[in-house]
């Protein structure tokens, strides 16, 4: 088992920018590919980001890509993402995921509590 809690969630103002953390226990989370997940009020869970295991690759959903970063620390058994010139339409619960590298959420066997982002005007 691996159980995954989410950090640094809050209100920012679009154009700013705001670091979610997730923190891994019980075991390592090295064999495992880790993804970033949100679901906004009312919408399905959707797909934000993933990163391989060894940090082999990574792959963003195109309303992200070229403003989000994830990266993992397996030393610190945890992973990041970087979050820039946020967006209204970035408000959301942010999940973190660990489990078989892909897009949906089917994937992920292990799954962290949620963080919120709320992005104002």
């Known amino acids: 088992q691996v159980q995954l809690v989410e950090s640094g969630g809050g209100l920012v103002q679009a154009g700013g920018s705001l670091t979610l953390f997730c923190a891994a226990s019980e075991r390592t989370i090295s064999t495992y590919s880790m993804a970033w997940f949100r679901q906004a009020p009312g919408k399905e869970r959707e797909f934000v980001a993933v990163i391989a295991t060894n940090a082999l690759g990574t792959y963003y959903t195109d309303y992200v890509k070229g403003r989000f970063s994830i990266s993992r620390d397996d030393a610190k058994n945890a992973i990041s993402i970087q979050m820039n010139n946020l967006k209204p339409e970035d408000t959301a619960v942010y999940y973190c995921?660990?489990?078989?590298?892909?897009?949906?959420?089917?994937?992920?066997?292990?799954w962290g509590q949620g963080t919120q982002v709320t992005v104002s005007s």
């Open positions: 995921a660990a489990g078989r590298y892909g897009s949906a959420a089917k994937n992920y066997d292990y």
